[in-house]
């Protein structure tokens, strides 16, 4: 197995490259505004830095979010186009779950928590988690302030849980999804006979930019 991974969910882009037994190589590169100029040459220097070739990767994954609508798309498409080419299978792993395996395998947590990302808008994209890292709800869009009072006293990881310290109590270590992990988890579920996701983004709403429902009609004078 020779598996790239990599994510373009939150502020960051991020690849790693697995083969199956251990990290081969990590990249992370910050730019919130700049996924489509970053993700090309953190690919490559992953690749080159794990000694592998593009030609030899049995198997694509990236993070399907959730995230902003132009960032996201950037590396769905660069995972799709990439697996077409090289004829492998691409997965899809939604990011929080990432972050969730993370802060276990980590030891950050030892309870059941949350795992909160920046949404803008005043927003996080929340969902919740066993102690073992198995999702229980979520992911969706909230208000920080709308959160249970309960599961917000509670650990919650991500940098959404940083953003708004007012009201989560309880906010940990890992902020952003880590390719290393991504890859990691994803190689687990495959070696164990699991089913990965499909690529299908997880949005969760309208992007910000949209186009006018009514063009203005231009009418010769």
């Known amino acids: 197995m020779r598996l790239l991974a990599l994510d373009t969910s939150s502020s960051a882009v991020t690849a790693a490259v697995h083969d199956g037994e251990r990290l081969l190589a990590e990249v992370t590169e910050p730019g919130a505004q700049a996924h489509g100029e970053l993700l090309a040459p ?19 994954v990236v993070g399907t979010g959730p995230g902003p609508f132009t960032g996201l798309r950037v590396g769905l498409v660069t995972a799709r186009v990439m697996a077409e080419a090289l ?20 030891g950050r947590v030892a309870t059941a928590f949350a795992v909160a990302t920046d949404a803008r808008r005043k927003e996080v994209y929340l969902a919740t988690y066993d102690a073992a890292g198995a999702r229980t709800a979520g992911p969706h869009v909230v208000r920080p302030a709308d959160v249970d009072p309960m599961l917000a006293a509670g650990p919650v990881v991500g940098e959404g849980a940083w953003l708004y310290p007012e009201q989560f109590d309880d906010a940990r270590e890992p ?16 070696l164990a006979g699991e089913e990965l996701g499909g690529t299908t983004p997880l949005y969760l709403r309208r992007p910000d930019a949209v186009e006018n429902a009514a063009r203005k009609r231009v009418t010769p004078s």
């Open 42 to 60: 953190v690919i490559q220097r992953a690749l080159g830095d794990s000694g592998i070739a593009p030609r030899d990767l049995t198997h694509v």
């Open 87 to 106: 004829g492998i299978p691409a997965y899809g792993v939604c990011s929080l779950d990432a972050i969730a395996a993370q802060a276990v395998g980590e």
């Open 175 to 190: 902020g952003y999804v880590s390719a290393a992990w991504l890859a990691s988890y994803a190689v687990g579920r495959l």
